[in-house]
């Protein structure tokens, strides 16, 4: 292999890791700013690859689930490794009140949304992460 197709693959390593890196740090964002009264909310948040996932779950977590470490942090991790370069993850709550709590009705625990402050830290979290990986 000549040094120009190793710099390529090098390079397109470093995209795909920095890509899938991200999407884990924001995912866990959007679970830790996810508003908890009975955890059903925080629970619904869901990893897609290619596609959104439409599902969701009666199953509630006040912590458990919506923590680093929890089971919907670790279906991000997970997905993520399968993510190459063309593909799109998707993080998505198809919870019918979603979207009235993305737009601050909850007024104590999420007034700015989860997703929306979550979106705009994306290039910082890509650049912060992008500085880790050589």
């Not at 619904?44 to 599902?55: A, H, T, V």
């Not at 198809?94 to 979550?118: D, N, Q, T, V, W």
């Amino acid at each position: 292999m000549n040094q120009w197709a190793r710099i390529a693959r090098r390079n397109n390593e470093r995209m795909r890791l920095i890509a899938q890196e991200s999407f884990v740090y924001i995912a866990a964002l959007v679970i830790e700013r996810s508003p908890v009264a009975t955890g059903l909310f925080r629970n619904n948040w869901f990893s897609g690859l290619n596609s959104p996932e439409i599902r969701t779950t009666t199953a509630v977590a006040k912590k458990a689930f919506g923590e680093k470490g929890g089971v919907r942090f670790k279906e991000a991790l997970e997905l993520s490794a399968s993510f190459e370069i063309g593909d799109n993850l998707f993080f998505t709550n198809s919870l019918p009140y979603a979207r009235r709590l993305e737009f601050g009705h909850s007024k104590k625990m999420a007034p700015m949304g989860m997703i929306r402050i979550s979106a705009a830290e994306w290039p910082r979290v890509v650049d912060k992460i992008a500085r880790t990986i050589k």
